[in-house]
């Protein structure tokens, strides 16, 4: 996995595919000139970069650097925020905490330089809405569900792990159906066999309350892969991120 | 007297009469005031920029435009010599008479103040009034100015979109698109039901929450009338109208789901068999044979 993410030379007349899950992208640098080619495979592959010949596609993203002889290819986080729903429903009792575990699909950042730089999601997330009609925000919906047991989990090199505590202040019940996760301020970490974000701990105060979200440290302490997408303020409000909306 | 030394004579009274300072003032003073009101109108504007809604600059430009101007037609009367007391209480006479003759462009004009502070749009919006669909362009003194979606102004006076209904088609930041897709009879709906919720899924533009509404709604002439109801963000209407009918009708081709055309039965009676309708021939006299109709048998 660590061979993938970094900094890579790239030699003139040179073509690479890079293969992570069911995203195939084919990179290929003529002097100044860098192009990008995907595809999405309906199964998963091999998780590698490695040469390759360029496919007959001409759907080519062409991007003019100047002086620019390596690509760095780094994980980020979706850039909307995500709804995150457990694998069966549960009732959280007034004071209580419990811990989920859920891998988030990554982003692939092609950076040439130092502004330059082109995304594409490992996997294409279906669009969903979070809020009233009149009122929200736009998510993305996750496919995979959100567990108790992390065993339970497979690992892959497209996603990354992140450690959701959620904990109950309210006097009523907290009927957990989905969850709605910010992940602009959650950086990208590498872990021994597979990615990670910060953890995060979200406080449940009552369906009319706000959410209180604490932005955890990773551990152990490593520098990240990739930097969140904005400054993390260790503490924020949002909205209840657990609320139910009528339509 | 010559007519040359009369000239002269007239030059030369002109040349020393005050009326000439002060058109000369006057001139100056136009020819500088208007760039500034136009400078200030134009760096407000600027400076509002992020600070405010668009439909607020271009009313703080305009305000700007505007007060300069009575100020600077104020300076250039009482530079020419007009008394401005005297001036103010004829046009108090003057305004009730133009009052009554300018009812509509009143009414106009504060149809739009009302208009701008209910805020049921806003400038880039589109809205429909009327038989017109467009973007707005401006919200101006007596009108709002659209511009169609295939390119066209349209002027629509302040006094109408008050009165009329008005649909703000992109106010909320999601919609939901209404399909009827009718189905042949003999179909099982609820393999349908099952099938159009799978294209929604798989369509990249269509919400999954709110879910897509798809409910059997009606038996129709020809078929089963199904409803096929998606949400998705204003932004991306024509790229879910142009994948979504294509997915449907792919996917229901692939499937073997008819969509019938419509069609009629003849029937004499609910006792009776149809009537048979043999078409015959084509083009050509010597190969055309008469359609041949049978009626229901006697029972008397």
């Not at chain 1, 009552?206 to 955890?216: A, N």
Request: glycine letters at 6%; one cysteine or more; a neutral charge.
């Amino acid at each position: 996995m660590s061979e993938v993410w970094g900094l890579h030379t790239f030699p003139s007349n040179l073509c690479r595919k890079l293969s992570c899950g069911p995203l195939q992208v084919w990179l290929h640098r003529k002097g100044d000139e860098w192009s990008i080619c995907h595809a999405y495979t309906t199964g998963d592959s091999v998780f590698e970069f490695e040469a390759s010949a360029p496919p007959k596609s001409t759907d080519w993203s062409r991007w003019l650097v100047p002086a620019c002889e390596a690509v760095a290819i780094i994980p980020q986080l979706p850039d909307l925020p995500v709804i995150v729903r457990p694998d069966k429903p549960l009732f959280v009792s007034p004071g209580a905490t419990v811990q989920f575990w859920v891998r988030l699909p990554i982003w692939v950042r092609f950076q040439f330089g130092k502004n330059t730089y082109h995304e594409l999601p490992a996997l294409r997330l279906s669009q969903s809405w979070f809020g009233d009609p009149t009122e929200g925000m736009a998510c993305y919906s996750l496919r995979t569900t959100a567990r108790r047991d992390l065993g339970s989990i497979p690992a892959v090199p497209y996603r990354a792990l992140c450690g959701i505590e959620i904990q109950n202040r309210a006097d009523e019940p907290l009927d957990f159906q989905r969850l709605c996760l910010s992940t602009r301020q959650l950086a990208v970490f590498p872990g021994k066999t597979h990615l990670e974000t910060n953890p995060v701990r979200t406080t449940h105060h009552g369906d009319s309350e706000r959410t209180f979200i604490e932005i955890l440290e990773h551990k152990p302490i490593t520098p990240p892969l990739a930097e969140a997408r904005e400054p993390q303020t260790r503490f924020s409000h949002h909205m209840n991120v657990f609320r139910r909306f009528q339509w | 007297m010559t007519i040359a030394e009369h000239m002269k004579q007239q030059a030369a009274a002109l040349l020393g009469s005050e009326w000439l300072g002060a058109s000369v003032r006057t001139l100056i003073l136009v020819a500088l005031a208007v760039p500034i009101i136009r400078y200030i109108s134009g760096a407000a504007y600027r400076f509002a920029k992020g600070r405010m809604t668009e439909q607020g600059r271009m009313l703080l430009r305009k305000a700007i435009s505007y007060g300069g101007a009575t100020l600077l037609l104020a300076l250039v009367l009482n530079n020419l010599g007009f008394k401005l007391g005297a001036f103010l209480g004829t046009a108090g006479i003057v305004g009730v008479a133009i009052g009554f003759a300018s009812q509509t462009s009143l009414s106009n004009m504060i149809s739009g103040v009302f208009m701008i502070g209910e805020k049921s749009f806003a400038v880039g919006d589109l809205i429909q009034v009327g038989q017109w669909t467009g973007t707005v362009m401006s919200i101006d003194l007596l009108s709002v100015r659209l511009r169609t979606l295939d390119n066209r102004l349209v002027r629509v006076p302040n006094e109408a979109l008050l009165k009329d209904c008005m649909v703000n088609i992109t106010h909320f930041p999601i919609r939901r698109w209404d399909l009827t897709i009718g189905v042949a009879y003999k179909e099982d709906l609820a393999r349908v039901i099952a099938v159009l919720r799978e294209v929604a899924d798989a369509n990249h533009f269509c919400l999954d929450e709110p879910e897509p509404l798809v409910q059997f709604l009606k038996f129709g002439d020809s078929a089963c009338e199904i409803l096929f109801a998606v949400w998705f963000q204003k932004q991306h209407f024509l790229d879910l109208r142009e994948t979504l009918l294509t997915e449907v009708k792919e996917r229901f081709d692939r499937d073997g789901i008819e969509i019938p055309f419509p069609h009629r039965t003849l029937y004499a009676g609910s006792a009776t068999e149809p009537f048979p309708v043999r078409v015959v021939g084509s083009e050509g006299g010597a190969d055309r044979q008469e359609s041949n109709l049978m009626s229901s048998p006697d029972k008397s």
